[in-house]
């Protein structure tokens, strides 16, 4: 069965650095989201994407946050400088959802971000 | 704006007995879709069931069990005769219908499920 990939795994980075989480979509999937988890707390919506552009964006995805499709296949987001509280799982998910239906989401397993 | 509550945070029982995890939400929509989502200890989102607001019909999957209510907001989840494996963290969550920007997921807090043997 077709999964929602994700790397890396873990990643730990220095506060102000910059990090790239990537995911590897469903391949006949149109729309992708991130979402994020602060560890404890629930999940929340950041960004949906669609046709190479942003559909949404929550308050949280603020100009630190930049979301992209470089190669048709990676979705990539990326975080400019990083702050102590952007520590979190960040999850993917993607699905094909033709026009005027609400097809699930299948998320990805994840990348734990450690912020230092 | 659209809001799931899951009054319970965590629920412990022992194994083989049932257990009900409680969703109730909040929208202004007429169509919409409810979601059950798994997330084991090590930490990926499980989906476990997706229903649409037209359809009220209780839903039965080998042990577990879904009960819509549009009349209370609600959309229960009952794991029967449970399992060590059952124990997780079980997401409600609530989307809009058909939206050509997406259709992004809004999530409960979350139930701590503890099966203990």
Known sequence: ?116 | AQKVTQAQTEISVVEKEDVTLDCVYETRDTTYYLFWYKQPPSGELVFLIRRNSFDEQNEISGRYSWNFQKSTSSFNFTITASQVVDSAVYFCALSEAGRAAGNKLTFGGGTRVLVKP
Request: overall charge negative.
């Open chain 1, 1 to 116: 069965e077709p999964e929602v990939t994700q790397t890396p795994s873990h990643q730990v980075t220095q506060m102000g650095q910059e990090v790239i989480l990537r995911c590897v979509p469903i391949s006949n999937h149109l729309y992708f989201y991130w979402y994020r988890q602060i560890l404890g707390q629930k999940v929340e919506f950041l960004v949906s994407f669609y046709n190479n552009e942003i559909s949404e964006k929550s308050e949280i995805f603020d100009d630190q946050f930049s979301v992209e499709r470089p190669d048709g296949s990676n979705f990539t987001l990326k975080i400019r400088s990083t702050k102590l509280e952007d520590s979190a799982m960040y999850f993917c998910a993607t699905t094909f959802n033709l026009a005027g239906s609400t097809d699930t989401q299948y998320f990805g397993p994840g990348t734990r971000l450690t912020v230092l």
